[in-house]
């Protein structure tokens, strides 16, 4: 079975600095998906990015972006210029490949607190 | 707004009852999912239904029951109800297309068992 693990509970950065989330995972298929999802106070799960594993490109979103090292089986969330509004819980999550359950396993998240 | 509509937001009972949790996914989504988030566990894979039938099945007690109808709307049943079931439960849908394959979740629903 897939194991997601994410080694920082908790995290804290300045506004405008970068911070990096760490999140490792076990699996032994090749070709997969991996996600970051962002869940504030509110508690809305919020999809922040994706990355093919077939891409050896690294995806990027705005100010998000993921260092994904395959053979390493690594794969963090780098955010640039924080703003307040980045504290959230973030959480790494993994996806089976096509064919099978496209369902979503989680680490258990990093707890992320922007400082003004 | 992700387009997934839970109902209700808040539901408290009491233990030895029964509740059901309901989910419209975005418009166009074959599939949908069910995840229970508790302070100990995490986020629990529940569940999976793909156009109205079961797809995968996680760590969902006996006590839970889920179906996905016709207009592929789904309902959580959660039976004989314990303290330990208190939790966010959520709901989510895909499209269900391979390669384009991302989750979109709804705002959940917060069960209190007292």
């Known amino acids: 079975a897939q194991t997601v693990t994410q080694s920082q509970p908790e995290m804290s950065v300045q506004e405008a600095e970068t911070v990096t989330l760490s999140c490792t995972y076990d699996?032994?298929?090749?070709?997969?998906?991996l996600f970051w999802y962002k869940q504030p106070p509110s508690r809305q799960m919020i999809l922040v990015i994706r990355?093919?594993?077939?891409?050896?490109q690294n995806a990027t979103e705005n100010r998000f972006s993921v260092n994904f090292q395959k053979a390493a089986k690594s794969f963090s969330l780098k955010i640039s210029d924080s703003q307040l509004g980045d504290t959230a819980m973030y959480f790494c999550?993994?996806?089976?490949?096509?064919?099978?359950?496209?369902?979503?396993?989680f680490g258990k998240g990093t707890k992320l607190t922007v400082n003004p | 707004d992700s387009g997934v509509t839970q109902t209700p937001k808040h539901l408290i009972t009491a233990t030895g009852q029964r509740v059901t949790l309901r989910c419209s996914p975005r418009?166009?989504?074959?599939?949908v999912y069910w995840y229970q988030q508790s302070l100990d566990q995490g986020l629990q894979f529940l569940i999976q239904?793909?156009?109205?039938?079961?797809?995968a099945k996680g760590n969902i007690l006996e006590r839970f029951s889920a179906q996905q109808f016709p207009d592929l709307h789904s309902e959580l049943n959660l039976s004989s109800l314990e303290l330990g079931d208190s939790a966010l439960y959520f709901c989510?849908?895909?499209?269900?297309?391979?390669?384009?394959?991302?989750?979109?979740f709804g705002s959940g629903t917060q069960l209190s068992v007292l």
């Open positions: 999550a993994f996806m089976n490949p096509p064919g099978g359950s496209e369902k979503l396993v």
């Open positions: 418009s166009g989504d074959l599939s």
């Open positions: 699996t032994s298929e090749n070709n997969y998906y």
């Open positions: 239904y793909y156009n109205g039938e079961e797809r």
């Open positions: 990355q093919e594993a077939y891409k050896q």
């Open positions: 989510a849908s895909s499209p269900g297309a391979v390669d384009n394959e991302k989750l979109f």
